[in-house]
Structures are given as structure tokens and as C-alpha cells.
């Protein structure tokens, strides 16, 4: 329940938890001890970087039926997976699991044979810059680099260990951006 690591795992393990802090439906439960959307897409992207799997647990109520507040959170991360699920089925982690760009937002990655996946979590938007930049990162010279949901290559420059990206002037405003990178280092 409620396990974390900082570290990718070698074996599989799992996070056990539920979308509030109860495992079956608690009527005393307020709307602020539920995980946000943002809070629940970054708590699955981080488990899958370190080869752990979510098992997220919903409390229906006595009837059946699930609250208004978790099936909104459901949706939600459905939607996310729709755009960026390449990111997370089949994939496994790569050497490191979390990284950082020059604006302090938090780097997840995957991947799977072909491609590296960086998880950018955190709005890219709005910026005045629209460069990114991700630290200690090395990708051949013929990689092509691309957002998932947007098919357009992206232009990227490397130096050294960093990685510098220009986006596209219109992203979707996500809690989350999956970048794909070929080929995987």
C-alpha cells in the first residue's frame, strides 16, 4: 500500500492505494482528500518509470454507483492515457528513472526498444520561452524527437549531456507531456 521508490526496481511491484484516503466510499470524505487529477496522473507516471504498476482502488457506495469526484478522476486520466498511453503500455524503465528541465519541472522516463520516453510533468504552458531544456540526458545525433498527440518533429540541439527542445507554439494545456524520442539510448 501506498509504496514509492526513488529508484527504477529490477523485479515488478505494485502501489496498492485508492483515489481518496479510504479504500471503500467514506461519506466523510471531502472533495480536498482526493487525489487532484494532476496529483493522480504524476503518482502513475512516477510507479510505471520505476517499473511498478497502480492498482487504484474506487469505493462505490452502497448502491453501486461511483461519486461524481472519482469518476471524474477515472475520466480524466483515461483521456491522458488516450493522448500519451504510448508512454506507458508496453513500456519499461530506462536506465534512470527521473530527471529535471531548467525549469524545475520533474522528468519521468520510459521506453520501450525503439523509443525513449521523457514525461514532463508539470504545464509547459504559458511561457514566454519556448525552448525546454533537460539535463543530463544523451540521445544519438539522428534522433528524430516528437510530442505524443502532436505529430509535428520537434527542433532540438544537443550540448554535452543537455538537451535543448523547441515547441511547437500550440500544446495541448496537459498536467503532463510524454516526449518520444528515437531511437532509445
Known amino acids: 500500500e501506498y509504496t514509492s521508490y526513488d529508484k527504477p526496481k529490477k523485479h515488478k511491484w505494485e502501489a496498492c492505494r485508492g483515489i481518496g484516503n479510504s479504500f471503500g466510499y467514506n461519506r466523510m470524505?471531502?472533495?480536498?482528500m482526493y487525489l487532484t487529477l494532476e496529483e493522480l496522473i504524476h503518482?502513475?507516471?512516477?510507479?510505471?518509470?520505476?517499473?511498478?504498476?497502480l492498482l487504484l482502488n474506487v469505493g462505490p457506495k452502497a448502491d453501486g454507483t461511483i461519486s461524481e469526484i472519482q469518476v471524474k478522476r477515472l475520466l480524466g486520466l483515461g483521456k491522458w492515457l488516450s493522448t500519451?498511453?504510448?508512454a506507458i503500455y508496453k513500456t519499461r524503465p530506462w536506465d534512470k528513472a527521473a530527471g529535471i528541465t531548467e525549469r524545475g519541472l520533474e522528468v519521468r522516463y520510459t521506453r520501450t526498444e525503439e523509443n525513449l520516453y521523457a514525461i514532463i510533468l508539470g504545464n509547459l504552458y504559458p511561457s514566454q520561452n519556448?525552448?525546454?531544456i533537460i539535463h543530463n540526458i544523451e540521445i544519438s545525433a539522428q534522433s528524430s524527437i516528437s510530442i505524443l498527440g502532436n505529430d509535428q518533429a520537434l527542433s532540438w540541439k544537443k550540448d554535452g549531456s543537455t538537451l535543448t527542445l523547441t515547441l511547437p507554439e500550440s500544446m495541448p494545456k496537459d498536467c503532463a507531456i510524454a516526449i518520444k524520442i528515437n531511437p532509445c539510448p
Open 130 to 132: 519556448k525552448n525546454l
Open 29 to 32: 470524505e471531502t472533495p480536498d
Open 43 to 53: 503518482m502513475f507516471v512516477d510507479i510505471v518509470s520505476k517499473n511498478g504498476n
Open 84 to 86: 500519451n498511453g504510448e
